[in-house]
């Protein structure tokens, strides 16, 4: 899979090794909901006044009497003669909150080192952090409707522990793009170009926002956030196709029989319950768009420096995971989504958030929906050491499986009590680089965990497994969507696969290199956003990818097979 390259045009200014400063509109972005809601507030307690001093003016014969209001804090400050001092005490807290946004940028700066990002804020109290660059898990870039429109981004760098996340918060999109770059390069093991790029530093003067806002307009309307370097996406997904894939989900199909048996409800007079439900269809309603929303204007594409997602309709959101971030891919798809053929990919990686932020991750769902194809195109990115010949075969087993000569190893027909659907499908196997698990019916999904990343391996017994002779598996990752629970192994068959997986997963981790991808020569698919400049060109070339694993073959000693029954 060969993708186009452009080179880079050199480095930001920003990443020198200095401290530097945020975007000057900061302020205003960071606490501009304060002025929202301060400005809301005082609507709300003034709008009998703004009635009454503005509908006359439209509508002549509106009776604007009866909203005269008793106790007007406005005739209250008139009729005591306190106009100037209400307005001198409004000033002041105006140049205070002004003062306070001021000093907060001043004090909030940052630097991008050969090692690590850091960032100091604070005014009183003041706070130093820093994420080591051959720790990153990804780097997020963040396009809010109003920040877009004023021509600046969020940068967020995604560590690996709890709350070790780095936070640029805002900087020109030019300037969060390149040192996006520059962060990723630097990770990887490579070198920053001694050419600074063109327009690296983009001035905040009145016609450089004008250009922002245009720039930022025409990008809502057509679509396009710095579509220069931005990489052709492998998977389209239209529009009818996202929005018919939530309609058939399992969460819709439950609220329209809520819905209709709450109609059947009122009809038979217990009208209440509409009343009840309305709560709830709101918030579904938001929930369903929110969900459509973040679908819109998907893309998944190769860079140098690993895959690159962007998703979002009116907030853009794009992040580019490095190579060996990934430590769990699961295939899935709906019964509700057969007939289509569909299907969803989601991932579990490391996230910086704090427990504040919540546990659920935007971004483990990597292909939202997409078809067979898409699937191959998306597994081709997230596990590039598989040719494009490989993952027919893994599909044709894995997820469409079982098929003739299956090579996973199954649930026995003597334990299908446990599986009583899926036992059939309810097996592993073992590739060169992942253990793979299939199992389900209604929802078939089929889990992979590359040995690099997979923290340890578990098998569970109760007294009715030891009767029947078989065991459960349970692999250990990081947390996210993808489960590694499967059951109803052969005893036999799960002690091979322990020895096997135990043995394999030490080897793995002991030659991973992926957190310096490129000294250690790991070749993520190329992209034109991150190609060595002729500044870099005496490093030497990266080797040639690994031959391309073989099919998935349980690896078990023969006296260790499962006996057929």
Do not use: C
């Not at 931005?230 to 029989?257: A, C, K, M, Q, Y």
């Not at 078939?444 to 598996?473: E, Y």
């Amino acid at each position: 899979m060969s993708f186009p390259v452009a080179p880079v045009q050199g480095r930001s200014l920003l990443s020198d090794g200095e401290w530097h400063r945020l975007h000057p509109l900061t302020p205003l972005l960071r606490g501009g909901l304060v002025f929202v809601v301060v400005i809301g507030v005082i609507v709300a307690n003034l709008r009998d006044r703004l009635v009454q001093l503005f509908v006359p003016m439209f509508a002549p014969d509106f009776p604007s009497d009866e909203f005269a209001y008793e106790g007007d804090p406005i005739d209250w400050v008139i009729e005591n003669n306190l106009i100037l001092i209400v307005a001198a005490v409004v000033v002041g807290v105006l140049l205070l909150v002004v003062a306070g946004f001021y000093l907060s940028w001043h004090f909030h700066t940052f630097r991008i080192t050969h090692d690590e990002v850091e960032v100091r804020s604070g005014i009183l109290f003041r706070t130093h952090r820093r994420a080591k660059l051959d720790r990153v898990q990804g780097v997020n870039l963040t396009r809010p409707m109003i920040a877009r429109l004023l021509g600046t981004a969020k940068l967020q760098v995604v560590g690996a522990g709890a709350d070790g996340d780095v936070k640029l918060e805002y900087l020109s999109t030019t300037n969060a793009e390149q040192v996006r770059a520059d962060i990723l390069r630097l990770a990887s093991g490579r070198q920053l170009d001694a050419e600074v790029a063109r327009g690296a530093h983009t001035g905040a003067g009145a016609s450089a926002l004008s250009a922002a806002v245009s720039q930022g307009v025409t990008g809502l309307i057509v679509g396009a956030d710095v579509g220069e370097v931005e990489p052709d996406s492998v998977v389209n997904i239209p529009v009818g196709r996202l929005l018919l894939s939530h309609l058939l989900s399992p969460i819709t199909v439950i609220l329209v029989f809520a819905m209709a048996a709450v109609i059947v409800g009122s009809a038979l007079g217990s009208w209440w319950i509409l009343f009840g439900m309305i709560p709830v269809f709101i918030a579904f309603g938001a929930y369903w768009a929110s969900s459509v929303f973040k679908g819109l204007r998907y893309s998944i594409a190769p860079t140098r420096n690993g895959v690159r997602i962007t998703f979002g309709l009116l907030t853009t959101v794009t992040e580019i995971i490095p190579p060996g971030r990934i430590h769990a891919i699961e295939i899935r798809q709906s019964i509700l989504w057969r007939p289509a053929g569909w299907w969803t990919i989601k991932i579990n990686r490391m996230t910086g958030k704090s427990a504040a932020e919540g546990t659920q991750d935007q971004f483990t769902t990597v292909l939202p929906v997409g078809t067979r194809a898409d699937v191959e195109r998306v597994m081709g990115l997230l596990m590039p050491e598989a040719t494009d010949q490989a993952w027919p075969l893994v599909f044709e087993h894995g997820v469409l499986g079982p098929r003739a000569d299956d090579p996973f190893v199954n649930t026995p027909r003597r334990a299908r009590i446990f599986n009583l659907l899926s036992w059939k499908r309810n097996g592993f196997a073992l590739s060169d680089d992942a253990l793979l698990m299939r199992r389900g019916v209604v929802w078939r999904t089929l889990a992979l965990f590359p040995f690099a990343r997979m923290q340890s391996i578990a098998l569970k017994q109760g007294p009715i497994d030891r009767s029947m002779r078989v065991a459960k598996a349970q692999v250990h990752t990081v947390l996210g969507p993808v489960v590694g629970h499967l059951s109803g192994i052969d005893r036999d068959a799960a002690l091979g696969l322990f020895a096997e997986v135990s043995s394999r997963a030490v080897r793995a981790a002991s030659t991973d290199h992926s957190h310096r991808w490129a000294q250690a020569g790991t070749t993520a698919p190329t992209g034109p956003e991150a190609e060595p400049s002729s500044a870099s060109a005496a490093e030497p070339p990266a080797p040639p990818v690994a031959a391309p694993p073989a099919p998935p073959v349980a690896v078990l000693p023969p006296d260790e097979q499962p006996r057929q029954e």
